[in-house]
């Protein structure tokens, strides 16, 4: 079953193969429950961010899920203006108190430069960021360490630097919006590919270009598009407030012909053009 399934990193960590979102899941009750709900039905994979606010009650979920803290996988993000040494040490350190942690599974530079900021060269900043996360690494306070939102221009000079390649690289990635780029270059690396907003943020979840495969297979348009990022070998990290949603998310154990497979890899562009989003 896929809920139990797993990618090994480089260096060797395995991930489950789906991961829960909580992007826009509010601090407090609504984070708390979804979190709640989430591990109680089979999600062993919780993707935060200190940008998402939601980090406590995250954590508040997790320590209350009375499940071993090794067997789930817990990923945070430095935030995309931090871009130096010091501040990156400290944000962590942030994380892992709000999450009240005593390490993180996988740390994530959230994006190149600051969301206020799209397209700055914030390369030496980036490095300096790279270099704390290494270092946290080797002392054992994080498990794996990546980027997301990365090109690979912006992962190479990282590489060159440190001699460290990133583990993960999280893009926006879903049916229409593959990469292919981004994708090729993480995949000569070895570097994971997760799939971040799989459903589009909800846009395709009623596509109409889909709904007939859907109907072929007998599931949702939303697991069409989750089967498909896992069948690319990228790992889906879906979000849902809703409790059905949140379950149907994870029953992805039917497989998608090659032929279909042929036909969405070529269905074009159906979400809109929106390459970076918190
Ligand atoms: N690194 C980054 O820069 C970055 C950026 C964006 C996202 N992310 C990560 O990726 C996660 C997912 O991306 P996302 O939040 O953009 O959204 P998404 O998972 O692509 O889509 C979520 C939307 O789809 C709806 N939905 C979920 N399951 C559904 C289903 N089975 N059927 C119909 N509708 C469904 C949700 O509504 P309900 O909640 O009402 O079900 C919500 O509106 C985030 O939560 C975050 O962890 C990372």
Redesign the pocket.
């Known amino acids: 079953m896929v809920k139990n399934e797993f990618y090994t990193l480089y260096n060797g960590v395995t991930i489950p193969k789906i991961g829960f979102?909580?992007?826009?899941?509010a601090e407090g009750e609504e984070a708390y429950n979804s979190v709640t709900y989430a591990l109680k039905v089979g999600y062993r994979h919780i993707?935060?961010?200190h940008a998402y606010g939601n980090e406590a009650s995250v954590g508040r979920a997790i320590a209350d899920s009375g499940i071993d803290r090794k067997d789930i996988f817990v990923t945070t993000?430095l935030p995309s203006h931090i871009k130096d040494y010091q501040g990156t040490i400290q944000h962590f350190n942030q994380s892992l108190t709000s999450l009240g942690l005593e390490y993180i599974d996988l740390y994530?530079i959230?994006?190149p430069w600051p969301w206020s900021d799209i397209g700055t060269d914030c390369t030496q900043g980036n490095i300096q960021a790279w270099k704390a996360m290494i270092e946290l690494y080797n002392a054992g306070k994080i498990r794996s360490i990546g980027v997301?939102?990365f090109h690979p221009a912006d992962m190479q000079v990282l590489i060159d630097a440190t001699g460290v390649v990133p583990m993960v690289n999280?893009i926006?990635y879903?049916i229409g919006n593959t990469q292919p780029a981004i994708v090729d270059y993480c995949n000569q690396h070895n570097i994971l590919i997760q799939a971040?907003?799989?459903?589009?943020?909800?846009e395709i979840?009623n596509n109409e270009q889909l709904q007939p495969l859907a109907q072929k297979y007998g599931v949702?348009v939303?697991?069409i598009c989750l089967r498909y990022c896992l069948q690319k070998g990228t790992l889906p990290?879906?979000?849902?407030?809703?409790e059905g949603?949140i379950a149907?998310?994870l029953e992805l154990d039917f497989t998608i012909d090659q032929a279909d497979m042929t036909f969405l890899d070529n269905i074009g562009r159906i979400g809109k053009i929106k390459p970076?989003?918190?």
């Open positions: 979102g909580t992007w826009q899941v993707d935060t961010a993000k994530l959230h994006a997301s939102n999280q926006r879903f971040y907003s799989p459903l589009a943020t909800g979840v949702t939303a697991k990290l879906p979000k849902s407030t809703n949603r149907q998310n970076y989003r918190s």
